[in-house]
């Protein structure tokens, strides 16, 4: 019998819950042959990265994933429950009191994981895989990916730097992909992505692009930065499918894609923009110098995850590209004025493509976070 998993996912705002605990379910069943139940409360975010998803339906099947809705309140015809092997309860939501109740009443009693968010901050790995003991009395262990060999590591499918790699070496399979998706840039434009929050200095930064040597042909896929886009551009409207060009730069919008071409889009640039944690990550894995747009949280915590991250990233990194990358992720997540930090950041192109792809060569000698949850309950049972 396949052993079960239960992945619990409450979307906060925005794709990334969502994002993350679908690519660590499909993982799951994938490269491990397991039975997994992902709960979802908002499957209207989950059907944006899975089109094939059906926003209305309690159950279904995608990628060999169960997909349930996570009802707001857990029906009491559902108890007994057919508890699983594993529950991993996403991003500290709470389970159904019901669920846990439950569990305390089973005779074996499921191994319990609270996956955390992703911080490069030294605290993670002195709390990575530590039990917490519940006032139930049960034990929920504390899961965190990152970026050292003490953490949960990073969700990484199996082969898939080097599919990227053979993707990035096959101009035919990027311009196919490209067309499939009416992007057409001038042959000597270098391309970029822009996924992020708003941000009150975007202006400055489009500036730059606008005015640089070299032309640049900008994708951004509908999403939260458009108002800024649009602002600058000085249009009425903007949606998927519009394109305008400001001197050396072309700005197109695009549809927001499947999960797994949002991939094949950031393989394709020489330069991403990306936010949150998912984004974050597979921008990582595509090898291509980025900038972080961080999730803002309330008491600013977000900063300390920012600087403890650029100090990881930059070694190896020269002191003035270190220092101009550094200057251009804080005055992006500042929201302030680019134009410095990027025109410096501009003198260090290679060195940063160089850096981007040992970054991404060095992350991938960990294990994946799957892979580290698998192996912890194997050890456990
Ligand atoms: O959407 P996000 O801002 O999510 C955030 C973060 O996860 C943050 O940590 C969390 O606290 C907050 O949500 C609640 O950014 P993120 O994490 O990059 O997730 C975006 C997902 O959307 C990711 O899985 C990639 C996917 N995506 C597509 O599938 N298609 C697209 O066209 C684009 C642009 C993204």
């Known amino acids: 019998m396949k052993a079960s998993w239960d992945i619990f996912c409450s979307v906060v705002d925005n794709f990334g819950d969502v994002g993350v605990t679908f690519r660590l379910a499909r ?53 007994p429950l057919q508890l ?24 074996k009693r499921p191994l319990w994981f609270n996956l955390e968010y992703l911080s490069a901050e030294d605290w993670v790995s002195g709390c990575h895989g530590l039990p917490s003991i519940q006032s139930s009395g049960l034990r929920k262990y504390f899961f965190f990916p990152g970026f ?29 992909f490209l067309q499939r998706l009416n992007i057409a840039p001038h042959a000597d434009a270098r391309l970029m992505s822009l996924f992020a929050y708003e941000h009150a200095g975007l202006g400055s930064w489009l500036d730059c692009l606008a005015q640089a040597d070299r032309t640049t042909h900008l994708l951004v896929p509908e999403g939260r930065i458009l108002g800024d886009v649009q602002r600058w551009l000085g249009v009425d409207e903007l949606t998927a499918g519009a394109v305008h060009a400001r001197d050396a730069l072309t700005i197109q919008v695009l ?3 499947h999960q797994q071409d949002y991939d094949s889009l950031l393989w394709c640039c020489d330069f991403n923009v990306v936010r949150g944690e998912d984004s974050f990550v597979r921008a ?27 100090e990881l990233y ?26 410095q930090g990027w025109n410096a950041l501009e003198q260090h192109t290679d060195e940063l493509a160089a850096h981007a792809r040992r970054w991404c060569l060095e992350q991938a000698l960990q294990e994946d976070l799957t892979t580290a949850l698998v192996r912890f309950y194997q050890s456990w049972i």
């Open 27 to 79: 993982q799951l069943v994938a490269e491990h042959d397991l039975q997994v139940r992902l709960w979802i409360d908002d499957l209207n975010a989950f059907a944006r990265l899975c089109p094939g998803a059906d926003p209305l339906a309690d159950q279904q099947m995608q990628d060999g994933v169960i997909v349930c809705r996570w009802p707001a309140e857990w029906p009491k015809t559902w108890q």
């Open 84 to 107: 699983p092997h594993v529950v991993v309860e996403a991003f500290a939501c709470r389970l159904p009191p019901d669920y846990i109740d439950a569990m305390l009443g089973a005779e």
């Open 148 to 176: 050292t060999a003490k953490t949960g590591g990073l969700l990484r499918e199996a082969g898939l730097i080097e599919k990227r790699q053979a993707f990035q070496a096959n101009p035919a399979a990027r311009q196919s």
């Open 255 to 257: 549809p927001f894609v």
């Open 284 to 310: 990582q894995w595509a090898g291509r110098p980025l900038i972080w747009h961080i999730y803002e949280q309330d008491d600013d915590a977000h900063w300390a995850k920012l600087d403890a991250f650029l």
């Open 314 to 339: 930059r070694v190896g990194l020269s002191e003035a590209a270190g220092q101009a990358l550094t200057e251009v992720w804080r005055s992006w997540n500042g929201g302030t004025a680019m134009t």
